[in-house]
């Protein structure tokens, strides 16, 4: 889907894959640890962003050196919390974080292992 040139060494330890109207991106926090952020547009929420991030999971244990993938959601966003249980992800626990914008916030941390 995405070919396997795709690696975080390309983009300094960052991987970003989009199509109009969802961005997924990838971060390495610790060695075979990436850290997974994920924005969508209204007009692409539901089984549109459930599929093509079903596309993403599958092709990033397909082909990239990882172990166990992270993400954290805003506690409000709940239909974001209920796509990360569809895809499979582990709900880990609650914890607060300033966001970019400076404003702390509460989130819900979820985790992924590799597929075995």
Not at 21 to 43: N, T
Not at 83 to 88: K, S
Request: glycine share 6%.
């Amino acid at each position: 889907m995405y070919g396997e040139s795709a690696r975080l060494t390309d983009i300094s330890k960052c991987l970003i894959l989009t199509i109009p109207g969802i961005v997924v991106g990838f971060a390495e926090v610790r060695p075979r640890i990436h850290e997974c952020h994920q924005a969508v547009i209204p007009e692409m929420r539901g089984w549109k962003a459930l599929e093509f991030m079903r596309d993403v999971r599958d092709w990033w244990w397909e082909t990239q050196p990882s172990d166990l993938m992270i993400a954290p959601i805003p506690e409000h966003k709940k239909p974001a919390r209920f796509l990360m249980h569809l895809l499979g992800f582990q709900r880990i626990g609650l914890y607060r974080a300033v966001s970019n914008d400076g404003i702390e916030r509460e989130y819900v941390a979820y985790q992924m292992e590799r597929p075995q």
